[in-house]
């Protein structure tokens, strides 16, 4: 279906004509000011040339006046994948996101590393929704606010590197930041998915008291905490088995994703992770159908180049400086 998106602007169509009427006419040689006094202007062309030219530049006042009320081609509805679901992501990167303690492929890879891959795959997976990204150690920023363009969230994460917000981890201020973002949207819609391996030692709220306002806006909290139990390392007397999560508060945890309608989950290896995000897509559940939306086609441009067109036409004939007499 074809239609013009400002359709009032056509009410500029009488304007030069208006303006004929009002303004006064100017005297031959008023608008130009000619190198001596005893030269006038003549037409080339004659008289056929003087009166096609108005009708073309009349036209291509139209024609502008056309372009500018932007006519558009709108298709045919067609249901979009739009959840109505915001799901903002919360991810440590304190110093100890760097311990290999995780494999992907066969291969030790850093906690942050195995997160990165994992939590990317899982941004793929969330088309329709409206994602954000956080990014906290020291402190907590929030990296990308809201959007639809996941490409745009899974990029910033990918971008990462781990002390890039400090080396301690301030959890609450993670979770202060993306309650205050979700707390404008419908309650149904928001979700937060906190990822860390460590216990909140940093910023200037502490987790509980961010998570009973998370639970009093309505925002669902998916903690995970992430670290092996077991990590075989170096020593003066040879190797010994360590573990690297010993700091790791799983009990905080809990209680954060319990309060507020959420889920605490383990995860000791890239599996366990992996499952973890698989787990809060089957819990939070893409709809089959979204809202409807029309696609519109600018045709703005062909009108456009009518006008120029007709505007380089008109003014085709050329004018010739003549001697008259004193």
Request: hydrophobic share 50%; charged share 15%; aromatic share 8%.
């Amino acid at each position: 279906m074809f239609e013009f998106a400002w359709p009032w602007l056509f009410v500029l169509s009488p304007l030069p004509w208006l303006l004929r009427l009002v303004l006064p006419p100017t005297t031959p040689g008023q608008a130009l000011r000619l190198p001596q006094p005893g030269l006038r202007l003549a037409a080339a062309g004659g008289n056929a040339a003087r009166s096609v030219a108005p009708w073309l530049l009349a036209t291509s006042w139209l024609c502008l006046v056309a372009a500018a009320a932007r006519p558009q081609w709108v298709g045919p509805p067609q249901a979009q994948q739009r959840s109505g679901r915001a799901l903002m992501l919360a991810v440590d990167l304190s110093g100890s996101m760097q311990t290999p303690d995780m494999e992907l492929a066969g291969q030790p890879v850093s906690r942050f590393g195995a997160v990165k891959a994992i939590a990317g795959n899982f941004i793929d997976r969330r088309h329709g929704d409206e994602m954000g990204l956080i990014l906290f150690g020291s402190q907590a920023f929030l990296v990308t606010p809201l959007t639809y363009d996941l490409d745009a969230v899974r990029a910033q994460l990918q971008g990462a590197a781990v002390g890039l917000a400090g080396t301690e981890t301030a959890i609450g201020d993670a979770i202060a930041i993306a309650v205050k973002r979700l707390s404008a949207l419908p309650e149904q819609a928001r979700v937060l998915v906190l990822l860390t391996d460590g216990v909140n030692n940093a910023g200037s709220i502490t987790p509980l008291e961010a998570a009973r306002a998370a639970k009093a806006d309505g925002v669902r909290i998916y903690t995970v905490g992430i670290g092996a139990t077991r990590m075989r390392v170096p020593g003066f007397f040879g190797s010994q088995i360590v573990n690297p999560s010993a700091d790791l508060d799983a009990s905080m945890l809990t209680k954060i994703a319990d309060g507020t309608g959420g889920r605490f989950f383990r995860a000791t290896d890239s599996d366990q992770l992996a499952d973890a995000y698989r787990t809060i897509d089957a819990l939070e559940p893409m709809p089959q159908h979204g809202p409807s939306l029309r696609p519109r086609h600018e045709w703005f441009s062909w009108p456009l180049a009518a006008a120029l067109l007709l505007w380089l036409l008109a003014s085709l004939p050329r004018r010739r400086a003549v001697e008259m007499p004193a």
